[in-house]
């Protein structure tokens, strides 16, 4: 199988960004973006979906968390979307539902090539460590307009708004191992188009 990796940098008057994954990885992160709380819900994504990742960036937080965050979507979308190539033989579907104490969080994706997102989580506060929470949506926002695929992302149970938004990074990690698997049986793209774009 050929390699499934992407190293992309992104540079505007508000982010510098380097950005690395291996989708056929084991989970190995290391993650700077300057905000903890999202470092450690980057970490999520590769820990559960067994994709390496590195992320550095150098962003305008003296203004906000916003730029940074966004932005992190959009060049992480970008690298799936070139590290995925053709998509042939990939499993296009993953979905799973992650329970972490009172919270039950469900992710569901299709790698289909078109991009909307449905995100139906309501944070009851503004802020997580120095995360705005409202930023959450925006990353999933910016990594789905770049990859192209449809994302529904629920809450279906819980009360702490931390363990709400690990969850989330969780599900979508474990979502996406599933849907970007490889499997032997399909032996172009898993559509009746014969493409995935």
Partial sequence: MNERKSTLNRVTKETNIQLSVNIDGSGQSSMNTGIGFFDHMLTHI??????DMEVLVEGDLDVDCHHTIEDVGIVLGNALK??????????????????MDETLVLCAIDLSGRAYLNFEVPFTVPMLGSMQTEMVEEFFRGLVQQLGINLHIKLLDGKNNHHIAEGIFKAFGKALDEATMVDPRIKDVLSTKGTLD
């Fill in 82 to 99: 070139e590290a995925l190539k053709d998509k042939k033989g990939i499993k296009r579907y993953g979905s799973c539902i992650i329970p």
């Fill in 46 to 51: 590769s820990k559960h979906g067994f994709f």
